[in-house]
């Protein structure tokens, strides 16, 4: 069974510094895809970034890049100059295989940025 | 804008009673899920539809659940003889054909039983 781990129940960091959130998967299957969202307090789950299990380069987006480290299985997102609108829950995300998007989320992360 | 719309956004029920949210994806997509996020939890996922068709249903879909999409645009989830247990998130999601790996969520109805 897949499994998402995220170690960090809250992140505090201060405005314009960069922020890792850790994240780490269980998986047997060969093929898989792994999604970071961010969650803001008014609900909605925002797409940030992808990595496919076969991709030969960390993802990045914009002041988003994923650290994927394939053999230690897993999959940090770093966020580069911190601003106060990136304070939001974050969960990390996996999907097995190709095909239909059945996630299995981790129990998310909540980072606050202080001014 | 994700494309994806979501009414309500907020339900207040009694136990007992029947509610039915609605999704409505804007845009064009590949396939539709529905998602439950209960407090403190990430997202689970609920059942997902191509087209008409509804391809799969998790077992968190208890008889009481029940979701269509009858004309492969909008989806309806309704959920019969709510439980205090059913309060949760109801999220609603799409794949775009040109990015289909990215799922693509709504902003959610807010589900509260009393």
């Known amino acids: 069974a897949q499994k998402i781990t995220q170690t960090q129940p809250g992140m505090f960091v201060q405005e314009k510094e960069a922020v890792t959130l850790d994240c780490t998967y269980d998986?047997?299957?060969?093929?898989?895809?792994l999604f970071w969202y961010k969650q803001p307090s008014s609900g909605e789950m925002i797409f940030l970034i992808y990595?496919?299990?076969?991709?030969?380069q960390n993802a990045t987006e914009g002041r988003y890049s994923l650290n994927f480290q394939k053999a230690r299985k897993s999959a940090n997102l770093v966020i580069s100059a911190s601003q106060l609108g990136d304070s939001a829950m974050y969960f990390c995300?996996?999907?097995?295989?190709?095909?239909?998007?059945?996630?299995?989320f981790g129990q998310g992360t909540r980072l606050t940025i202080n001014p | 804008d994700t494309g994806v719309s979501q009414d309500p956004r907020h339900k207040i029920t009694k136990r007992g009673q029947n509610v039915t949210f609605r999704c409505d994806p804007i845009?064009?997509?590949?396939?539709l899920y529905w998602y439950r996020q209960t407090l403190g939890q990430g997202p689970e996922f609920l059942t997902y539809?191509?087209?008409?068709?509804?391809?799969?249903k998790s077992r968190l879909l208890s008889d009481r659940f029940s979701a269509e999409r009858p004309k492969g645009s909008f989806s309806t989830l309704e959920i019969q003889r709510t439980e205090q247990g059913d309060s949760a998130m109801y999220l609603c999601?799409?794949?775009?054909?040109?990015?289909?790996?990215?799922?693509?969520f709504g902003s959610g109805t807010q589900l509260s039983v009393l």
């Open positions: 995300a996996m999907r097995r295989g190709r095909g239909a998007q059945k996630l299995v």
């Open positions: 998986t047997s299957d060969p093929s898989y895809g």
């Open positions: 990595q496919g299990s076969y991709d030969q």
């Open positions: 845009s064009e997509h590949n396939r």
């Open positions: 539809f191509q087209n008409e068709a509804q391809l799969e």
């Open positions: 999601a799409i794949t775009y054909r040109e990015t289909n790996e990215k799922l693509f």
